[in-house]
């Protein structure tokens, strides 16, 4: 059973353009959440998705931050006019969705550098 | 913020128990304690999870004092491959699923 598979791995992007992060959780896992590490940080989640629906986005920035999760395909975290604060590794989890008690599982993460 | 407090960082010799204290004395009665690390800014590994009763699995064990304020995540027998950041969380997912990371326990696991 593959893991959470998370791909550019790495990414570079120049100020103003639009970074693409995608997503795709475990098999069977319906909950996907997006997470943000800045260098010397902890991780601070942005977004909680469900199948075609956006469940809880309180951590995401207003503006230029979308994400998705298609009824097919990955999810995707949408970064447009980038700048370098935005530099960062971007990480993606996902679970069953039972309760209460249900395990994130992490994939390895996009490593996002704007120049 | 964070619930939960953990010491900056510790140190282990090779082959002996890694005991990583928390401190969480204001977890709600219906909240887990999840143990993460991540290991040298891979994505984060579930490590184990316990609500009351002491938990082990093949990673690790997890104590949790009787009144749930704290709680000790022990690695018996460490290896260098067990030197990351270790993170402490407490969950519920019927709260809400939001994972709050703080800044860990830097665990150096020395030869």
């Known amino acids: 059973n593959a893991g959470v598979m998370q791909n550019p791995r790495h990414l570079v992007r120049r100020r103003g353009q639009e970074a693409r992060l995608r997503c795709s959780p475990m098999k069977g896992h319906s909950h996907v959440y997006w997470y943000r590490q800045l260098p010397e940080e902890g991780l601070k989640f942005m977004v909680y998705?469900?199948?075609?629906?956006?469940?809880?986005e309180s951590g995401m920035p207003k503006e230029r931050f979308s994400a998705e999760f298609p009824k097919e395909g990955p999810s995707i975290l949408r970064i447009q006019q980038v700048v370098r604060g935005d530099s960062a590794a971007y990480f993606c989890a996902s679970s069953p969705g039972g309760l209460p008690a249900e395990t994130q599982y992490f994939g390895p993460g996009t490593r996002l550098l704007v120049l | 913020d964070a619930k939960t407090t953990q010491p900056p960082s510790m140190d282990c010799a090779e082959g002996r128990a890694a005991n990583l204290p928390c401190n969480h004395s204001t977890i709600s009665g219906n909240e887990y304690v999840y143990w993460y690390r991540q290991i040298h800014s891979q994505g984060p590994q579930y490590i184990i999870h316990g609500l009351k009763n002491n938990e082990t699995n093949e990673m690790a064990s997890l104590i949790i004092t009787e009144d749930r304020k704290s709680s000790t995540l022990i690695l018996p027998h460490a290896t260098l491959r067990d030197t990351a950041v270790y993170y402490c969380i407490s969950y519920n997912a019927g709260n809400n699923r939001k994972l709050i990371w703080g800044l860990g326990t830097s665990l150096a696991v020395n030869p």
């Open positions: 998705l469900q199948k075609e629906n956006i469940i809880d």
